[in-house]
Structures are given as structure tokens and as C-alpha cells.
């Protein structure tokens, strides 16, 4: 197909809805169109939300998360940057153990909430001021495409969003030095007595203050509203790992553990 008109769009957007509601593989934006740019895999993906949101199936939207934040992570997908996707009501668990209904992969990561609404870009020494608390972070991502995702798959899809667990949420008043204590953290990741990794927390980006104002400055940039409250997560410390049937431990030093049964 030589154009990604906006029939097209529609198209696969209901289908993708479809396969939500079915809890079947997402079919590939590529596939139908393979000279799909970023740009064009955004409006593809404000559409689904647009569509996810209206159909309720996943609730309402609750935030925002960053993922690709890794070179490693970029390369792999073929995308030269970072990107974003949106968090609904039921991609946020509370239950410790997880019946999953396709593959995934487990990540460790720090949740924010805002204290009031965003309308303009930020810059990283003020970012700290936006936050009223913190706290520590378990995604559990899913691609959960039919084919081999490229960065351009993801974005279309929601950016592998599926489902995430958070820990004891953590208050600020709005500190100046809010992200010095974060970005010194130990993050380790278990599965059983197995560590999968051992990480700093600041290993992301230029830091969490930074990944957090690269977060909140490209949801602006992509047409979506950040209001008070709104749930911002910047991306995992740490390689994503495929997930098997076990219990895995995150242990986020000073802020607790989260511990999650798959």
C-alpha cells in the first residue's frame, strides 16, 4: 500500500481495537505500510486511544510512560529515538500474581504523579517542581504484535503498554533535590533466587529528571493532555526480561520492594 490514508488509519485502528477486546496479536503497521514514519505511527496511535478511550475497554487514560529509552532497546526496534504511550485505568494492577493471556516481559521502573495540569514544555531543573510523589514501579510490557515489532510497530500499538504494579508511594513537597537521592539508587530485579540485573536508577538517559522532562515535553509534542494527577513513567532501569511462569522480586533500595507472581 503506497499511503497511509486516513481510511487506512481508521482500518487498522478497529482492528486493533478488535484484537483488545479479543485478546489477540496486533497486526503490524509495516506490514500494510513499510514506509511508515514516526510522525505518521503517532497519529496512528492517538487514533486507537482515541478509539480505546471512547470503548472504555481499558478505562480511562490515568498517564503516560516512556519506553525505548536504551540505545540497546532503540537499535533493536530500528528507531533512532525514544517513545511514548499512553497508561490506562487497567494497565495499573494491584494483585501480586498475574494471569497473563499472551508474552511479556518484566522491567523496573519509577512511577511520578503531577500536582497540577502540564500545557507548556519544561526544563530539567525545574521538572521537580510538577511532582507531588514518587514511587517505585513494575511494568509488565507486551509488544503483542504478529510479526517481529519494529519502533514504528510500537508506536502504532501503545508502545508495548499492558500492565504495571506500583509500590509505596513516596510525597515531596516540592524538593530542588528530589532526583539526587534517585538517580543513586541500587534497582535489582529477581526471579527466584536469580538476579537478572543489578542497575543504578540514574543509568537512563541523563538521569531521571531528565527522562522525566524528555517524558512530559513529547507527550505535549504528540497532542496529548497532561492533567493534575496524571501517573508518568520514565522507562526502565535495566534491560527488559522475557517473563516465565515464577515470582519475581524488584528491590528499589531505601523505597521498598515489589514482589509479583507469574
Known amino acids: 500500500m503506497s499511503e497511509l490514508s486516513q481510511q487506512t488509519m481508521q482500518k ?3 482492528d486493533l481495537i478488535d484484537c483488545e477486546q ?14 511508515g514514519t514516526v510522525s505518521q505511527a503517532y497519529m496512528v496511535q ?4 482515541n478509539k480505546l478511550a471512547s ?7 490515568i498517564g503516560y510512560k516512556a519506553a525505548l529509552t536504551a540505545r540497546p532497546a532503540q537499535d533493536a526496534m530500528n528507531i533512532g529515538e525514544a517513545i511514548i504511550g499512553v497508561l490506562f485505568q487497567k494497565n495499573q494492577v494491584t494483585s501480586e500474581s498475574l494471569l497473563i493471556d499472551r508474552q511479556v516481559a518484566v522491567e523496573t521502573e519509577f512511577g511520578y504523579v503531577t500536582n497540577t495540569e502540564i500545557i507548556d514544555p519544561v526544563i530539567s531543573h525545574d521538572v521537580h517542581k510538577l511532582i507531588s510523589s514518587y514511587c517505585p514501579v513494575v511494568e509488565i510490557a507486551s509488544p503483542n504484535l504478529q510479526k517481529r515489532p519494529t519502533g514504528i510497530d510500537l508506536i502504532s500499538t501503545n508502545s508495548a503498554t499492558y500492565r504495571f504494579i506500583q509500590g509505596k508511594s513516596q510525597s515531596t513537597e516540592e524538593q530542588i533535590s528530589l532526583f539526587d537521592p534517585l538517580d543513586n ?3 535489582e530485579l529477581k ?3 536469580e538476579s537478572l540485573h543489578t542497575e543504578s536508577s540514574g543509568n537512563m538517559m541523563f538521569g531521571q529528571a531528565d527522562a522525566l522532562t524528555w517524558l512530559i515535553n513529547e507527550v505535549l509534542k ?3 493532555p497532561i492533567p493534575k494527577g496524571s501517573f ?8 527488559a526480561h522475557p517473563a516465565k511462569k515464577g515470582l519475581y522480586q524488584a528491590d528499589f533500595s531505601d523505597l521498598g520492594s515489589i514482589s509479583i507472581s507469574i
Open 46 to 49: 492517538q487514533i486507537f486511544i
Open 22 to 35: 479479543k485478546s489477540t496479536a496486533y497486526p503490524n503497521l509495516t506490514e500494510i505500510y513499510p514506509k
Open 12 to 14: 487498522f485502528t478497529d
Open 232 to 239: 508518568l513513567m520514565t522507562g526502565s532501569i535495566g534491560p
Open 222 to 224: 504528540r497532542g496529548y
Open 185 to 187: 539508587l541500587t534497582v
Open 191 to 193: 526471579m527466584g533466587d
Open 55 to 61: 470503548s472504555r475497554v481499558l478505562g480511562e487514560i
